[in-house]
């Protein structure tokens, strides 16, 4: 039962998100930074498919990371300014368990988000290669087309169907981009890491989101991001340089928080030209970490927001 109303609340979460404005937006932006990328591509004399892939996929991971902030401080304070929240804690239905369905219902979104993006950034590395530019364009018009139709004519599919469209434009994406080996594994190694960096995000605003409002929200969690992405830096402050109680407290920080370079490997890493490192092993173990942190994350705002008092 417990399993049944979490993915209710999911379902819910999704459907809510997928017709937030600002997504369609920022979805538009992700779109026109491949477009841009494919301009800054062309004035490279060498190396415009690592030019566009780099770019492109540098982009997604940053509008991801906007996304995940954007949702995950607004949802619950928008249930609570709404009231709906209420009638939904007056069911039988436990806190965390409300919780837990608001993230991985935002986390669906994200998920659909990187897909989209990471499927039209494939076209337009294979559009670099030996495929026709009037192909790249047309094939994925086409796909996106179908699927407005379809939900124009069957309305109860529209909010559904972005993800099956994700999985499509990935798919084509892929054939699509299949004599830009390194490139196409690129985009998509770092598609999968951004995924599980914005699953840590995610719940990294949900915990502030418990006792805050949506602008502490975002400040904490953005705050704690670029933290994390300096981990590594942190960990390796010069003692000779910023002393050695500076240095302790770097190393200290690099520990308490999200080690969030993790989900940004290097290039040799994605393409598999790195000498001596696994890709399967270093994701796995990124995914490892990730779950740990995702449990742990959770597990404090479901305390925090079972203390909260709405009255």
């Known amino acids: 039962m417990a399993l049944s109303r979490i993915l209710t609340i999911a379902e819910n979460t999704y459907r809510e998100a997928v017709r937030a404005k600002i ?6 932006l992700a779109v026109g930074t491949s477009g841009y990328s494919l301009i800054v591509g062309a004035y ?13 996929a540098a982009s997604i991971s940053l509008y991801s990371i906007i996304v995940a902030i954007i949702l995950g401080a607004t949802s619950l304070y928008r249930e609570l300014e709404l009231k709906t929240l209420f ?10 368990e409300y919780l837990v369905g608001k993230y991985l219902g935002t986390v669906l979104v994200l998920v659909v988000f990187i897909g989209l993006n990471s499927g039209l950034l494939l076209f337009a590395v294979g559009a670099i290669g030996t495929r026709p530019l009037t192909l790249s364009i047309l094939l994925p018009a ?9 939900g124009w004519r069957v309305p109860r599919t529209r909010t559904w169907l972005p993800l099956p469209l994700a999985v499509l434009l990935i798919a084509s994406g892929t054939w ?34 418990a006792f805050s409002s949506p602008f502490l929200t975002a400040i904490f969690t953005v705050s704690v991001f670029l933290v994390g992405r300096s981990a590594d830096t942190l960990a390796r402050l010069p003692e000779v340089m910023f002393g050695s109680a500076i240095k302790q407290l770097g ?3 690099s520990y308490v928080f999200p080690n969030l370079m993790v989900y940004v490997p290097s290039r040799e890493l994605l393409s598999g030209e790195a000498a001596g490192v696994s890709l399967l092993g270093y994701g796995a ?21 079972r203390r909260r008092d709405f009255l």
């Not at 997504?23 to 538009?28: D, Q, R, S, T, W």
């Not at 490279?44 to 492109?56: C, E, F, I, T």
């Not at 009638?87 to 965390?96: F, V």
């Not at 086409?142 to 379809?150: A, R, S, Y």
């Open 23 to 28: 997504l369609h937006g920022l979805i538009a």
């Open 44 to 56: 490279a004399l060498r190396n415009q498919n690592k030019v566009v892939s780099d770019l492109g």
């Open 87 to 96: 009638p939904i804690l007056a069911r039988p239905i436990e806190r965390w």
């Open 176 to 209: 699509f981009a299949a004599d830009s080996v390194t490139e196409r594994a690129v985009i998509l190694g770092q598609g999968v890491f951004t995924a599980l960096e914005v699953s840590v995000v995610t719940c990294l605003c949900l915990v502030f989101a």
């Open 285 to 305: 173990w990124a995914a490892m970490q990730a779950a740990a942190w995702t449990v742990g994350l959770l597990t404090v705002a479901s305390l925090v927001f």
């Open 251 to 253: 190393v200290v920080l």
């Open 142 to 150: 086409v796909q996106i087309g179908l699927c407005v139709l379809l």
